[in-house]
C-alpha cells in the first residue's frame, strides 16, 4: 500500500465497490409501480422501499465513520460487505412477503452504507494530499453514473425479468473482498471507548430527519425535536461522545458543511423535479426519459478526474465557484427554454450534472483537509449524511411546492 501503483488499485476497487453500494440507492425506484401491484400498496406504502433504505443508510454513514476513527477500516469493510450480500440474498429469499421485504432493505442499507463512508476514510487516510483531489474526482464520477444507471438498470431488470432480482444486484461485491484485504493495512484498533448511547441517539436523531423530510407528519418532527435535543446534551457532557462538538467548533468544517447541505438540497430537487417535467410537460415515458437524463450522468465519468485535477492545482474554492457557476446558468437556461422541446433538457441536464460533479468533488477534497486524522471517520461520515438528507430535503421542498399555489404564476409561459 505504500506505492502509488498500489494507490491506483486500492482506488479502482473501491470504486468498485461503490459503484454496488450507492446502485441501491436508486435501482428500485422504476419498480415501485410494479411492487405495489404485487401487493396491492398504496403509493405512500410502498415508497417505504426507498424510505427505509435511505433511513438506516443514512444512520450507517454516520456510525460506521466514528467506528472508523477507533476500529481498523479493513475489517469494518469486509463486515459491512458481507453484511450488505447476505441482506440481499435474505430479501430475494423472501420476496412473497412485503414486510421482510422492507427488512431485508434495512439491513441492506446498514451493511452498504459501510462501503462510501468507510471508503471516503481510506482516500482521505492512505492517499497522499497531492493526488487526493484527483482521487475523490473519480471516486464522485461513479457515484454519479451509479446514481444515473440505476433506474434504467433497474426498470430494466424488472421487465426482463422480476423486481426480486434486483436483491442479488449486490453479489459481485465479494469479489473485491480478497483484493481489499490485501491491499488494505491491519490497523490496531485505537484508543477510546464506543459511546453506545451517542450511538443510539445520533442514530434515532438520524432516522427521524429523514423520516420527517420523506413523510411530513408532526409526530416525526416531535421526534427529532427531543433527539436532537437529548443528542445535544449528551453530546457536551459524556466524557468520550460519538460526536465529539469539538469537531463543530472547526470552522471550515462547519462552513463546508452548511455550503455542501445549501448546493446537495438545490440539486437533488432538480435531479427530482426533471423527470416530472418531462412526463407532465412533454409526456414522455420513463424508458425515454432515462435516456435523456443518462448522458449527463454519464458526462461524471469524465469531468469527476477533471475536476479533482482542477482541485489539486487551483485549489477546492475554484472548481466550487465554477460548478456553482455552471449549475447556475444551465438551471437558468433550462428555464428558458424548456418550453421549446425537450431535447433542450439533455443538455441543460449535462451542464447540472457535470456542474454538482464539480462542487461535489471539491467539496469532499476541501472537508478531507479540514479533519484531523483521529476525526477523519466521524467527520466524513457526517458529510456523507449531508447527502443524504440534502437528497430528502430537495425532493421535498421542491414536492411541497409543486402541491402548493406557489407556482400559479410562472416566469415562463408553457
Known sequence: MTTPHNHQILVRWLAYLIFFAVLNETVFNVSTPII???????????????TIFMVFFGIGSVI??????????????????????????????????????????GIQAMGASAIPALGFVVIARFIPMESRGRVFGFITSVVSVSIGIGPVLGGFVSGQLHWAVLFLMPLPTLIALPWLHKLLPQEENRPGKLDLVGALLVAATVGLLVLALNMGAWVYYAGLLCSAAALTLWMNYAAEPFIDPQLFRNRRFRNGVIVGMILFSVAFGIFFLVPLMLSRLHELGTDRIGLLLFPGAISAVYFGPLAGALADRRGNPFVVGTGVALLSSSMAAMALLLGISYWVMLFTMMGIYIG???????????????LKPEQSGVGMGIFNLISIVAGALGTTLVGRILDGQWLDYGLVSL
Not at 405495489?36 to 426507498?50: H, K, P, Y
Not at 472508523?68 to 420476496?95: K, W
Open 64 to 105: 460506521y465513520g466514528r467506528l472508523a476513527d477507533l476500529y481498523s477500516l479493513r475489517r469494518l469493510i469486509e463486515f459491512g460487505t458481507c453484511l450488505y450480500v447476505a441482506a440481499s440474498v435474505f430479501g430475494y429469499m423472501v420476496q412473497a412477503s412485503y414486510p421482510l421485504v422492507i427488512l431485508a432493505r
Open 356 to 370: 454538482f460533479t464539480m462542487f461535489q468533488t471539491a467539496m469532499v477534497n476541501s472537508i478531507s483537509q479540514t
Open 36 to 50: 405495489a401491484a404485487e401487493f396491492g400498496l398504496s403509493a405512500a406504502t410502498v415508497s417505504w422501499v426507498m
